[in-house]
């Protein structure tokens, strides 16, 4: 069994994937941030403008295929539980471009829309 790219020890299918494929929302904010970084390493466009709050969502998203998202680290988080109605998740996303390693680093911010966890946007 290979392990989920969001870093967590459960297969894709029983991790991310059943939120990719629409089966069930991620319940937390952190869950929804771990799930849109396997869709950026799966390239399922989609699912991250489907979970992306309507008011910041890009008309499109196109991915960089040369590029390979290789590992998350959750540095921090506020909110964004079961009870929440907003939350943040501070992260390192680390990738692989052209050869050369690198990471991204953001502090999301999330909010619950109709039940389910948005991306609503990135604090500077």
């Given amino acids: 069994m290979t392990s989920c ?66 590992r998350l680290e959750i540095l921090g988080r506020t909110g964004g539980g079961l009870l929440h109605a907003e939350g943040t998740v501070e992260f390192r996303a680390h990738y692989r471009h052209h050869g050369r390693d690198g990471f991204l680093e953001e502090h999301s911010r999330f909010r619950r829309e109709d039940g389910h966890w948005v991306y609503l946007d990135a604090e500077a």
């Fill in 5 to 70: 790219p969001c870093g967590l020890t459960a297969s894709y299918a029983a991790c991310c994937g059943r939120f990719h494929d629409g089966r069930l929302a991620a319940p937390t904010a952190e869950l929804l941030m771990r799930s849109r970084f396997s869709a950026f390493a799966v390239g399922d466009t989609a699912y991250l403008l489907r979970t992306w709050h309507p008011g910041t969502r890009p008309r499109r998203l196109d991915l960089d295929p040369d590029q390979e998202w290789t």
